[in-house]
C-alpha cells in the first residue's frame, strides 16, 4: 500500500511565525504535490515537484514555498503566516498519473 | 484550459436508493478522470479511474462511472447507497501527458438518510 505521511493532523501558529509541513511517502514516487482546500472551493495547487530539487508553481503559490532535498519529502514552507492561510493543507505523491493523498494537515493561523 | 464542473454541491438519497453524482469536464483531448472521496477530517482516497481503457470503470465500494465523450461526462454512480457512503466526492481531470497535475471539481458533499 502506498503510504502519504504527513507530520502534523492539527496546527496553530500565529500571524507572522514561519511554518513548515513536511510530507513524505514510502513508493520511491517521483512527482509530489502540495494542495490547499477550502469549502466551496475544492482543491488548489499550490506548488509541485517532479524530481529531487525541482519545483513548479501550481495556481496559488504566493505566499508560499517548497523545498525537495530528497526523493521522498517535499516540505512546504509559510514564510509569514497570514489569517487567510487558515486552511487544510494536502500532500499527495504519484510515480505517473494516479495521485495518492496524506491524511491533511488542518491549520489555524490566529 | 481544462475544467471541472461538479453540479451540485450537496447531494442527498436515502439509503437503499440510486447514487448519482455528475461530472462533466472541458478539455481539448480526452483526458485521464478520476474520483476521489473523502470522510471527514481525512485525505482523499481515489476510488476509481478512466485511463482510456473500457469507458465503464469499477471502482472500490460498489461505485462505477462511466466515460462520455460526446457528453464529455464522467458521472458517478452506486445502485444502492449505504449510510457509509455519506462523504465529500471530487472528480478531477488531468492532461494526457502531463506531470500528473490534476484540475479538481469543488466537490460534491453526499447525504445518506437512514
Known amino acids: 500500500d502506498v503510504k502519504v505521511t504527513q507530520s502534523s493532523r492539527y496546527l496553530v501558529k500565529r500571524t507572522g511565525e514561519k511554518v513548515f509541513l513536511e510530507c513524505v511517502q514510502d513508493?520511491?514516487?517521483?512527482?509530489m504535490f502540495w494542495y490547499r482546500q477550502d469549502p466551496g472551493l475544492g482543491l488548489r495547487l499550490i506548488y509541485f515537484s517532479y524530481d529531487v530539487k525541482m519545483k513548479e508553481k501550481g495556481d496559488i503559490p504566493e505566499g508560499y514555498s517548497v523545498s525537495r532535498e530528497k526523493k521522498e519529502r517535499f516540505s512546504l514552507i509559510l514564510e509569514s503566516a497570514s489569517t487567510n492561510q487558515t486552511s487544510m493543507y494536502l500532500c499527495?505523491?504519484?510515480?505517473?498519473?494516479?495521485?495518492?493523498f496524506g491524511p491533511g494537515t488542518r491549520l489555524l493561523v490566529l | 484550459a481544462q475544467s471541472v464542473t461538479q453540479l451540485g454541491s450537496h447531494v442527498s438519497v436515502s439509503e437503499g436508493a440510486l447514487v448519482l453524482l455528475r461530472c462533466n469536464y472541458s478539455?481539448?483531448?480526452?483526458?485521464?478522470l478520476f474520483w476521489y472521496v473523502q470522510y471527514p477530517n481525512q485525505g482523499l482516497q481515489l476510488l476509481l479511474k478512466y485511463t482510456s481503457a473500457a469507458t465503464l470503470v469499477k471502482g472500490i465500494n460498489g461505485f462505477e462511472a462511466e466515460f462520455k465523450k460526446s457528453e464529455t461526462s464522467f458521472h458517478l454512480t452506486k445502485p444502492s447507497a449505504h449510510m457509509s457512503d455519506a462523504a465529500e466526492y471530487f472528480c478531477a481531470v488531468q492532461l494526457r501527458g502531463s506531470q500528473g497535475n490534476l484540475i479538481f471539481g469543488k466537490g460534491t458533499k453526499l447525504s445518506v438518510k437512514p
Open positions: 499527495a505523491s504519484s510515480p505517473r498519473e494516479t495521485q495518492y
Open positions: 478539455s481539448s483531448v480526452p483526458p485521464y
Open positions: 513508493m520511491d514516487h517521483e512527482n
